[in-house]
């Protein structure tokens, strides 16, 4: 499978921004799609994901009830729609692809769990 993530830019502190992430090759039903950001000097965070089969969904803490990530199977593409942006949430955002864990949870809060990425698409708050 091949991610492309966009959608990224600025914006003010409470804005929103929706990305897009384009999935192309093989998509195995058995996929978890995930959000990871990357802050400045910070580590990676999985901040949403999603079963690509079931729709499943995970949040991070940190996001629970401002953002929202969804599906559109027949055009290939996972959503991660960004709402109440705090300025600490800037960032470079990465989609990626792992397989469905089979641990206690199905998702995967690790960003070392996700085998394929796509390119990262900025996202800059700013007050």
């Known amino acids: 499978v091949q991610l492309q993530a966009s959608g990224g830019g600025s914006v003010q502190t409470g804005g929103s921004l929706r990305l897009s992430c384009q999935l192309s090759?093989?998509?195995?039903?058995?996929?978890?799609i995930g959000w990871i950001r990357q802050a400045p000097g910070k580590e990676r965070l999985v901040v949403a994901a999603?079963?690509?089969?079931?729709?499943?969904?995970y949040y991070s803490d940190s996001v629970k009830d401002r953002f929202i990530i969804s599906g559109e199977n027949a055009k290939n593409t996972v959503y991660l729609q960004m709402n109440s942006l705090k300025s600490e949430e800037t960032a470079v955002y990465y989609c990626?692809?792992?397989?469905?864990?089979?641990?206690?949870?199905?998702?995967?809060?690790?960003?070392?769990?996700?085998?394929?990425w796509g390119q990262g698409t900025q996202v800059t708050v700013s007050s």
């Open positions: 999603i079963s690509w089969n079931r729709g499943r969904t």
């Open positions: 990626a692809a792992a397989a469905l864990s089979h641990g206690s949870t199905w998702y995967h809060t690790s960003e070392a769990s996700y085998d394929y």
């Open positions: 090759g093989f998509i195995s039903d058995n996929y978890v």
